[in-house]
């Protein structure tokens, strides 16, 4: 091969790994799969998608549109992943978000870490791919740990997954943020002289006004929908700590929020410690496990980084390439959890089944309809254009 067709090939592989990080990253934003609920009591005037949510790589989110029609006025759109929960408790079913929890942390870092990998199946310089790798890992897994460890990690996070959080805990939340934003009313006698006193011209400024101020100040600084959503949480949270639901308080990090969040999930509608104990307890272990083998993944790929060819390195294009297979074994697989796992304070007693994974199906007078949306297409699209990058690569090193 001369220099100039294996500079063609390297250039034209180089192209399509840079379609590759772009498509990555509109699929991490774009959602993957919508599940509907329709039924004779959801009529389609209403509800014309039926009870709709969006699987997202981050979080679950409301799939219902504001319906603008003249006999139905909505001020904002229908919460249809509170309906949908509503719904499947009643035969004993989990809160939506009870599923994929590990998933959903850690799906930015998840990402990140593929497109890594397709930055370092791009690279033909053995040297090069282990510096750039080595380099990328390491911020990834520092990002990672502050996230998941560190105090106040929480607020690396996406605002798309802070937002499936709060979305999850209904009314909760909004009700604590509410509560702060309460007009603070001074009565009795320090109300009338205070009173008295602005009436003769005279400024009056208490203690509370001036702690208003700040708060205030701080809030206009950090003008953050995120921000104030995680204070939201915070808030929440803080109310389990001084109730004696949770034991520590709060620190911010990922895993607190994370471990707290899916508890109170468990048991929004079936509050029963002797099951819910032992999951979170096994979801903080999950998370271990996921990091360190996170760590230990980078570990060898940057081990097989350092030679052109062998199976560490076609890994590199392989685990991005099978990102679909990925995602339909995960949904598949925590479908069968939520179908198996039914608690038995639910109002109806149901025998343990498989929600459909895709297409339609039925569970009692719920028609349930279960399809790829955008982010899966893209998905589709991705693996060609690996494997056309793979196949260009590895002509060029069978001829090299």
């Keep these: 091969m001369n220099a100039v067709t294996r500079k ?3 250039l034209i592989v180089a192209a399509l790994g840079l379609v590759a990080l772009g498509l990555l990253a509109v699929i991490f934003y774009s959602p993957i799969w919508w599940v509907s609920l329709t039924a004779p009591n959801y009529p389609e ?6 009870v709709r949510i969006h699987f997202h790589m981050n979080g679950v989110f409301n799939g219902c549109q504001k319906v603008e029609k003249a006999e139905i006025h909505e001020d904002i ?17 989990y809160p939506i978000a009870a599923g994929g929890p590990v998933e959903r942390g850690l799906g930015q870092f998840l990402m990140v870490f593929m ?4 930055v370092g199946f791009v690279c033909t310089k053995p040297k090069v791919r282990v510096a750039i790798m080595g380099v990328g890992f390491a911020g990834l897994f520092i990002w990672m740990y502050l996230t998941i460890y560190g105090d106040d990690g929480f607020r690396l996070q996406n605002a798309g997954y802070v937002e499936a959080m709060v979305t999850s805990m209904d009314q909760e939340a909004a009700d604590a943020s509410e509560e702060d934003d309460s007009e603070i009313v001074i009565g009795g006698i320090v109300g009338a002289l205070k009173e008295s006193l602005e009436e003769s011209g005279v400024v009056v400024e208490l203690p509370s006004d001036k702690e208003a101020k700040t708060d205030g100040a701080s809030a206009a600084g950090a003008d953050s929908h995120k921000l104030r959503m995680i204070q939201q949480l915070k808030q ?30 468990l048991g929004r509608y079936f509050n029963n410690p002797e099951e819910i104990v032992p999951m979170v307890a096994n979801l903080k272990i999950a998370i271990h496990v996921v ?6 993944a980078m570990l060898l790929l940057l081990f097989g980084a350092r030679k052109n060819g062998g199976i560490l390195y076609w890994l590199l294009v392989l685990v991005p390439m099978a990102l679909p297979l990925f995602f339909i074994i995960d949904y598949a ?16 007693a149901v025998k343990p089944f498989m929600p459909t994974v895709f297409g339609d199906g039925k569970v009692a007078q719920f028609a349930t309809h279960s399809y790829p949306y955008t982010g899966f297409f893209l998905m589709l699209v991705l693996s060609p254009v690996l494997a056309v990058a793979a196949l260009i690569r590895k002509k060029q090193f069978k001829e090299n």
């Design 77 to 93: 759109a229908l919460d249809c992943v509170h309906e949908m929960d509503t719904i499947n408790h009643y035969v004993g079913m």
């Design 45 to 50: 005037e209403a509800f014309p998608d039926g």
């Design 291 to 296: 990091i360190a083998g996170l760590a230990g």
């Design 115 to 118: 497109g890594i990998m397709v």
């Design 8 to 10: 063609k090939q390297t």
């Design 236 to 265: 929440t949270y803080e109310k389990d700590f001084e109730q004696g639901r949770v034991s520590e308080p709060w620190n911010g990090s990922n895993f607190q929020v994370m471990t707290w969040h899916y508890g109170k999930s």
């Design 333 to 348: 697989a925590w479908l069968w959890w939520y179908g198996h796992t039914l608690n038995a304070m639910g109002a109806f």
